[in-house]
């Protein structure tokens, strides 16, 4: 099996599932961040790609029109049991980020944390974000990437197979993957180690 495949990606985040929580609590602070500066609205329509076990809906409390996608089942299981005890309604869709199914201009907000550097096709992955997004709409995207205008150095080539392999690349560039779509970046910020906050909406 390709290990840079949505096929993968099903297998090992099932897999990581049980314990998914218990690691991503790292990322807590940069989800806040994220969220938080977008200032969303409680009727604001918003999309989370990659939405995992629901991590983000703490900081989305409030808010009416949430829909969360994931490629795996089990992780958006999660998500539902973690959605009820905070009292909020999400619609919750087994989904490929790259090839989303809803009409275009459908969302004001679109969050995708830890996904553009998970997803196989991750160019499809930020066109798909700009179709659905309505005109003037948000995103925000954290995740792993190369320092801006940087090329990778050949330790993060070496190690990047090995990365792919257990869950994510840590060569991709965020600049040279939103030049392949209209959205305008507005924020691009260091959160710690190889991790980007970076923010901008639908021109």
Not at 109 to 138: F, M, N, W, Y
Request: one cysteine or more; glycine letters at 6%; aromatic letters at 10%.
């Amino acid at each position: 099996m390709n290990i840079n495949s949505n096929g993968w990606n099903k297998i090992r985040y099932s897999a990581y599932q049980p314990f998914y929580d218990i690691i991503a609590k790292y990322f807590r602070p940069f989800r806040s961040k994220s969220i938080e500066s977008l200032h969303i609205k409680s009727n604001d329509k918003v999309l989370i790609v990659g939405a995992g076990t629901g991590l983000d809906l703490e900081f989305l409390v409030g808010n009416k029109n949430i829909t969360a996608i994931d490629i795996t089942p089990s992780m958006l299981a999660r998500l539902e049991r973690r959605a009820n005890k905070l009292g909020i309604e999400v619609t919750a869709l087994v989904m490929d980020g790259s090839k989303l199914d809803f009409e275009e201009e459908t969302f004001d907000i679109v969050i995708l944390h830890l996904i553009v550097a998970v997803i196989p096709d991750a160019v499809s992955c930020l066109q798909e974000t700009e179709r659905v997004l309505k005109t003037k709409g948000k995103f925000t995207i954290m995740d792993k990437f190369l320092e801006p205008g940087s090329l990778p150095s050949f330790f993060r080539k070496i190690l990047n197979p090995i990365f792919i392999f257990l869950a994510t690349s840590i060569t991709r560039d965020i600049d040279k993957l939103l030049s392949k779509t209209s959205l305008i970046k507005e924020r691009h910020e260091k959160l710690g180690s190889i991790f980007w906050l970076v923010q901008g909406k639908k021109s």
